[in-house]
């Protein structure tokens, strides 16, 4: 509604400025506000026409037998036909890279080290073995294996009245708990031994129980504490031959296991069945036991297999390479597809080829595509609007070509969408806020511009496009681009590569075989960037755009123009280097943009090069020019040229139009007071004679320069240093500004100007803080000549 009333008005005034005599310049005035009322709705239409037809492309020649849909009525072949599914080929090219079966490799230095395990796990049996040697240490017709064991092991408590009744022999028999000492009693009762031969016995038992005890102690010192009990003293109470074929077949199956190889993760159940495989009818049912567990307890949670990646990248490559490409094929009069059914992907191949699946124009495709796009720029006009100068209309030419790449890169290959590019294009000339928009709401149109979306991609490149919006407005040298490229390019591949797992993958993938692809794709995204740092420096000039970059080497003094203005003007050239310090530490208090700032501030006032001495910085003391001229009016023009003069060099120089406008903006349409009241007292004169032209500040940046320019002089002319003095007149030259109606255009706010004053007042103060007033006998010192070491010549 604002534009139809602006462009009504436009229509009264116009048709008015037309109709007088000789009105040249007012039909030219007229087409100019033509131009500017009609440029943004004519803009936002050329755009949204320009995304629709490259987002809606699909829509054009669209198939309504398409895959999911009903089948009007039954098809049959008119033809014989061979088609390629491109899309099933795809899909399980796909399924083949992400769900490939990682190749093993037995790793020599897992194998030797289990090995070694062995060595010392046996070694200890054995020294126990030695410890408690002999055993059976009874005749076994005095007492059985198990009754050994069990003598050897009894608890104290037990052993005490058993060892009373043993040299005893009484003729009642006592009662344990324990059903080993009574039949162990029985049996030497029975053998009716001499009181000799049941002492020298029970002092045998005595002794196999100190050994016993001395292994059971050293036992918990040892790591065989992966062994039960059980196992040990089963593998104690074997015989030496018995112990050395048990142990032969322990290292024999162990090496075939180790051979076959034994991958992470194997479960017990596995390996226990692995295990009684190659112990079968190999040993009696005792060393059986014990080998069994032994191996068990040296091969449980261990491995010799580790993946061979090359391997298993090498397979993933020629499993998908020797991958055939899906074809489907018909004959003449079979039958497509049935009235009513829905079509399949199989089915829709043969459609198409055949040329029977009923292309045309989808305009409710187009027509919703028309709505989302309008939607987002409907969005991204409100973000500019918010944040952001006003664009011109070369700006909005700009970022127009570079939304359209987005979704017609997308179209002809997803992985080459260039968001990253455009995040650095739009995050350098437009800031931060507006670039991160714009990648947001491509990313979208770009996924709704296909009809199958390869999410790893889009999220990866809406990813990287983000990170160099956002940090590629705050660089501030080529270099930093460069690594911003680095930057990109690991956040485009790491994207690229998580997406692929959950997305993609199936359980069997193996994570590694997917980082080739990644690396590919991150370098994918530094390239764009690479490809952005390239373009920048002409669409800066094509456009006239700017960059931070591009501010900084504008603020250099060795530029020519300012170099020349140090040279011809240099009283201007002081006063423009405070005059940016005042304007830059304000910019930075109010948040606007420094570096444009700065740099504006060192050209505003070029203009005064031609005719230096016109103006009173760069006199010296000398005579004054205008004391010579002595016509207000005629010196109030030379005052005035050097904005124009000041336009003209920049324009000769090829400064951007950012950087012009702080030219003209920083007078606005100020009154050249001093000659004007000079000429007021000689007679009648026209004040807008002794006005700028302006036009006033546009931006925030401009508006500070003015006030910055307006109170340079008179903080120069205090001569106390006294803050609040200086403080208050600061306040009245804002204020007085802000009465002549000269900031209203630039965004500043009423508030903020006391902010302003005080960020004045305090750069003033740096600039001019008190010295200590040296003594005179230490000047004096310091100016005496000194004299001369003697040998020195």
């Not at 702080?662 to 000659?675: A, C, K, N, R, V």
Request: aromatic share 8%; glycine share 6%; net charge positive.
């Amino acid at each position: 509604m604002k534009h139809f009333a602006e462009i009504a008005g436009v229509l009264a005034s116009g048709w008015k400025a037309i109709q007088r005599p000789g009105a040249r310049w007012g039909r030219q005035l007229y087409h100019a506000r033509w131009i500017k009322v009609l440029h943004p709705p004519l803009m936002f239409g050329a755009t949204a026409l320009a995304l629709t037809g490259v987002v809606g492309y699909r829509f054009y020649n669209q198939p309504q037998l398409a895959v999911g849909s009903q089948a009007p009525q039954t098809i049959y072949a008119p033809e014989d036909g061979e088609f390629l599914d491109e899309k099933t080929t795809e899909a399980k090219r796909k399924e083949i890279r992400t769900g490939i079966v990682p190749r093993l490799h037995r790793d020599p230095d897992l194998t030797q080290r289990l090995k070694e395990q062995r060595r010392e796990f046996l070694e200890q049996i054995n020294q126990l073995r030695r410890l408690g040697a002999p055993f059976p240490y009874l005749p076994l017709e005095t007492a059985t294996l198990l009754q050994q064991q069990a003598l050897r092991s009894l608890p104290a408590g037990e052993w005490r009245p058993l060892r009373e009744a043993l040299l005893a022999a009484p003729a009642q028999r006592p009662q344990f708990s324990s059903p080993e000492s009574s039949a162990v009693l029985d049996r030497f009762l029975a053998a009716s031994p001499a009181p000799k031969q049941r002492a020298d016995w029970v002092r045998q038992i005595d002794e196999a129980r100190r050994r016993y005890e001395r292994v059971m102690a050293q036992l918990s010192q040892e790591t065989l504490g992966r062994l039960s009990p059980k196992v040990i003293a089963a593998a104690l109470e074997l015989n030496q031959p018995t112990w050395e074929t048990t142990q032969q077949s322990i290292t024999q199956v162990h090496d075939r296991i180790l051979i076959q190889g034994l991958p992470a993760g194997l479960p017990n159940s596995l390996l226990l069945e692995t295990i009684q495989l190659h112990l079968r009818n190999a040993l009696p049912p005792k060393p059986d036991f014990v080998a069994s567990e032994i191996l068990a307890a040296l091969l449980k949670d261990q491995n010799n297999l580790t993946i061979d990646k090359e391997a298993t990248k090498l397979q993933a490559e020629q499993a998908v390479l020797s991958m055939p490409p899906v074809v489907v094929s018909i004959r003449q009069g079979e039958t497509i597809v049935k009235a009513g059914d829905v079509i399949d992907q199989r089915q829709f191949v043969i459609l198409d080829g055949l040329g029977l699946s009923q292309r045309g124009v989808n305009w409710r495709g187009l027509a919703r595509t028309a709505g989302l796009v309008g939607a987002a720029l409907v969005a991204f006009s409100a973000v500019s609007r918010r944040i952001h100068r006003p664009l011109r209309r070369r700006d909005h030419i700009l970022l127009c070509l570079l939304s359209v790449t987005a979704p017609a890169l997308t179209l002809v290959n997803p992985r080459y969408t260039d968001l990253p590019a455009l995040g650095v294009l739009a995050g350098s000339y437009y800031g931060p806020t507006l670039a991160i928009s714009q990648v947001a709401l491509l990313g979208g149109l770009s996924a709704f511009a296909v009809e199958t979306i390869n999410w790893e991609y889009l999220l990866s490149s809406v990813g990287a496009g983000l990170v160099a919006a956002a940090l590629a407005g705050r660089l501030r040298s080529r270099d930093d681009l460069a690594f911003l490229g680095i930057g990109v390019g690991v956040v485009q591949g790491g994207i690229y590569w998580i997406s692929y797992l959950i997305l993609s993958a199936t359980p069997a993938t193996v994570w590694y075989t997917l980082l080739p692809g990644a690396v590919v794709y991150g370098l994918v995204g530094t390239a764009w960037v690479v490809v952005a740092i390239g373009l920048s420096p002409y669409l800066e000039r094509i456009f006239d755009a700017v960059t931070p970059i591009r501010l900084v080497e504008l603020s250099n003094p060795n530029c020519p123009l300012l170099q020349r203005l140090a040279k011809e003007a240099p009283g201007t050239f002081q006063h423009t280097l405070f005059v940016a310090c005042l304007a830059e530490s304000a910019a930075r208090e109010l948040r606007c943009n420094v570096e444009l700032t700065r740099a504006g501030t060192l050209y505003h006032d070029i203009g005064k090069m031609h005719d230096p001495l016109a103006f009173i910085e760069n006199q010296l003391g000398g005579p004054n020019k205008h004391d010579q001229i002595n016509n207000p009016a005629q010196s109030a023009a030379i005052i005035k040229k050097h904005v124009s003069e000041g336009v003209a060099m920049a324009r000769k120089y090829h400064l951007p139009q950012v950087i012009q406008d702080f030219i003209p903006e920083h007078q606005g349409t100020l009154l050249i007071s001093y000659f004007y009241y000079q000429a007021k007292e000689k007679g009648a004169v026209k004040e807008e004679d002794f006005r700028y032209d302006g036009p006033i500040p546009q931006s925030r940046e401009t508006g500070v320069v003015m006030l910055a320019d307006s109170c340079e002089a008179a903080l120069r002319s205090l001569k106390e240093q006294n803050p609040d003095v200086a403080l208050a007149m600061v306040n009245r030259i804002l204020k007085a500004r802000w009465r002549e109606h000269q900031l209203t255009a630039s965004g500043l706010k009423y508030e903020e100007l006391p902010i302003i004053a005080e960020v004045f007042v305090r750069v003033w103060q740096q600039f001019h803080h008190q010295r200590i007033p040296y003594p005179k006998a230490a000047l004096e010192l310091e100016t005496a000549p000194k004299p001369v070491p003697q040998g020195v010549t």
